[in-house]
């Protein structure tokens, strides 16, 4: 099964702060199968990104993704209050895995 | 709109099974995954597989594979998670999720709210 490791644990960052999470997978797979997920406490995860690159319906574009291979990176241009969550990668398909997840944290 | 409802909270004894069920409206049973998620307390996501609820095919992640049972009842839109053999480890938050399009094998999209099982002697 492959393997997905986050980094970096938890960021520590300011509003309006661009952010850069990523993601490395332990054996290559098509970027087809590349999510990011964004929860915040006591909620459902929420879809943000899917096929590495494409944001989800009413995600705004400050959001991106980007990578390939065995290297994958969410991408949040200007933080807002309420990006501030945990981020989890997923490789989905036939099997399934995500990160260990990074956590956004307000500095 | 798409909602999933999930089954109440449940308690458990080490060994015991469990079965979660994940009530669907408000779009097609039969034309998109239902995934299966769940979360220890303080932990991360954790994926544990998915069904085809028109075939009723499955797929699991190594670590559940012959602990674990997808099925679904279309005739009232729901879908079943059973996990066996139940131990301490296993008390979690467990989310079922629809996918996110009709093409099969799809991340998980609308969530339900979510079933604590604890397992404890």
């Known amino acids: 099964e492959i393997v997905l490791t986050q980094s970096p644990g938890t960021l520590s960052l300011s509003p309006g702060e661009r952010v850069t999470l990523s993601c490395r997978a332990s054996?290559?797979?098509?970027?087809?199968?590349l999510a990011w997920h964004q929860q915040k406490p006591g909620q459902a995860p929420r879809l943000l990104i899917y096929?590495?690159?494409s944001r989800a319906t009413d995600i705004p574009d400050r959001f991106s993704g980007s990578g390939s291979g065995t290297d994958f990176t969410l991408t949040i241009s200007r933080l807002e209050p309420e990006d501030f969550a945990v981020y989890y990668c997923q490789k989905y398909g036939s099997s399934g895995t995500f990160g260990q997840g990074t956590k956004v944290e307000i500095k | 709109q798409v909602q999933l409802v999930q089954s109440g909270a449940e308690v458990k004894k080490p060994g015991a099974s469990v079965k979660v069920s994940c009530k669907a409206s408000?779009?097609?049973?039969?034309?998109?995954?239902i995934n299966w998620v769940r979360q220890a307390p303080g932990q991360g996501l954790e994926w544990m597989g998915w069904?085809?609820?028109?075939?009723?095919?499955?797929g699991f992640a190594q670590n559940f594979q012959g602990r674990v049972t997808m099925t679904k009842n279309t005739s009232i839109t729901t879908a079943y998670m059973e996990l066996s053999s139940l131990r301490s480890e296993d008390t979690a938050v467990y989310y079922c999720a629809r996918g996110l399009s009709i093409a099969g094998r799809q991340p998980p999209r609308h969530w339900g709210q979510g079933t604590l099982v604890t397992v404890s002697s």
């Open positions: 408000g779009y097609i049973f039969t034309n998109y995954d």
């Open positions: 069904m085809d609820p028109r075939s009723g095919n499955t």
């Open positions: 096929g590495t690159s």
């Open positions: 054996q290559s797979f098509s970027t087809r199968y």
